[in-house]
């Protein structure tokens, strides 16, 4: 090659790199897109987002700042590993990497493109969910598949990612997609097993608790109606779920087969066990019940909202294993009426104890239930981490276990 090329050439090669390095600065000085996926840190020092975008930020909760990691990432793999400094991301060439915050990269392999994956803090257990919620174990060689059992309900259909959530200590893990069955009784495992390839409609895409070791079923977990999220306690001792038809159930994993209700916010607890042809007000029982809180402003009708909202869009726990927020569904309302509040719950009470308000100043992203893993929780440092409906921003809010407030400690831009 005659050297004025080659010099052409090297001068092209390093104004691209000029420009690559340009857009990060750019991204990092400016407006990103909104989150799409997030984790925080065990310790709460820092959260992982992957936004709209493609931009991947590494936000310092400490000293209040951020830094863009990549322009290139998939936006559903942000995932910080239990107990450490270590995070999960794939870029858009379906590489994902097992990176530390200051930059070393641990291990990188080809993967699928994941919609959501999870990671133990031994790296030896890796789950991650294709586009048809189908969910497989480890990489490479070594991947097989765990849940791989029909191809509807998916997310193609339902624009919803199969949520699956981790317990290190209890040896367990929860996915939770969507599920039409209601009340109707489990499947039998034996009989309809959760690798299935040629089966059309899947029997696992609702809420199903699963063993880390064995990586089998523990128990079918019915009862929740259409997009659901759930989640599993850090010690393993309760999953908790919420759906977009109001439900909110909870099992204790010693008793999966024993199924019990979150009180509605607003009737109380429905008692399903009453004999038939009694008033409609018999079957609830409202003696616990607090006062859901309403908005300051008259709507345009002049109504006045409540403003708890009872679907849900993502659970959290908040306290250790003991306390947890059921946070819902709601929209932004330019007549100044909206306000956002989560539901704290203790574990095994099926009580509302609290509402906690989230402010509408940013307003967070809570407007849509393909998002809800933008929305996650360091449970030990009683922090929960947003993002924002309409921009690229973080918000940590920290939970005061004594008084049951709930506070905005930063927002991150």
């Known amino acids: 090659m005659h050297r004025s090329n080659k010099k052409i050439m090297g001068i092209g090669i390093f104004v691209l790199i000029l420009m690559a390095w340009g857009i990060l600065a750019w991204k990092s000085l400016y407006e990103l897109e909104p989150v799409i996926s997030l984790s925080i840190s065990s310790d709460g020092h820092y959260v992982i987002s992957a936004h709209e975008d493609g931009a991947l930020v590494l936000w310092n909760v400490e000293h209040k700042k951020r830094e863009v990691l990549s322009n290139d990432a998939?936006?559903?793999?942000?995932?910080?590993i239990e107990e450490s400094d270590v995070f999960l991301w794939q870029d858009q060439n379906d590489v994902v990497y097992i990176q530390r915050v200051d930059g070393e990269v641990i291990e990188q392999f080809e993967h699928f493109t994941t919609y959501g994956h999870v990671m133990d803090s031994t790296f030896s257990d890796y789950l991650a969910s294709d586009e048809r919620w189908n969910i497989f174990h480890g990489h490479g060689n070594a991947m097989q598949p765990v849940m791989q059992d029909g191809t509807s309900p998916s997310f193609v259909g339902s624009g919803k990612i199969l949520k699956i959530t981790l317990s290190e200590e209890g040896r367990k893990f929860v996915s939770a997609g969507s599920d039409n069955r209601g009340g109707a009784p489990s499947v039998d495992m034996e009989e309809v097993p959760p690798v299935s390839p040629d089966r059309r409609f899947s029997s696992y895409s609702g809420l199903t608790l699963w063993d880390l070791d064995t990586l089998s079923p523990i128990a079918l977990l019915p009862g929740n109606s259409y997009k659901l999220d759930a989640t599993i306690s850090p010690d393993g001792q309760w999953v908790i779920s919420g759906d977009e038809n109001t439900i909110g159930l909870f099992w204790n994993t010693d008793e999966p087969q024993e199924r019990h209700r979150m009180a509605s916010?607003?009737?109380?607890?429905?008692?399903?066990?009453?004999?038939?042809?009694?008033?409609?007000?018999?079957?609830?029982?409202?003696?616990?019940?607090?006062?859901?809180?309403?908005?300051?402003?008259?709507?345009?009708?002049g109504n006045i909202r409540a403003l708890a909202t009872p679907t849900t869009i993502s659970l959290a726990f908040i306290n250790g294993s003991e306390e947890f927020l059921r946070i819902g569904y709601s929209q932004y309302r330019k007549d100044g009426t909206s306000e956002t509040y989560a539901a704290l719950f203790e574990v095994g009470n099926p009580w509302p104890q609290a509402y906690l308000d989230l402010g509408t100043g940013p307003f967070p992203s809570v407007n849509n239930y393909s998002r809800n893993l933008s929305i996650d929780s360091a449970p030990n440092a009683n922090l929960l981490v947003t993002g924002h409906a309409f921009d690229g921003g973080i918000t940590v809010y920290r939970y005061d276990p004594e008084e049951r407030t709930l506070t905005r400690e930063w927002v991150g831009r």
Request: hydrophobic letters at 25%; proline letters at 5%.
């Open 74 to 80: 998939n936006i559903y793999s942000a995932y910080f």
């Open 265 to 301: 916010y607003y009737h109380g607890l429905y008692d399903d066990t009453l004999p038939e042809g009694l008033d409609e007000d018999d079957y609830w029982d409202e003696s616990q019940l607090i006062s859901v809180p309403k908005s300051s402003n008259s709507d345009q009708w």
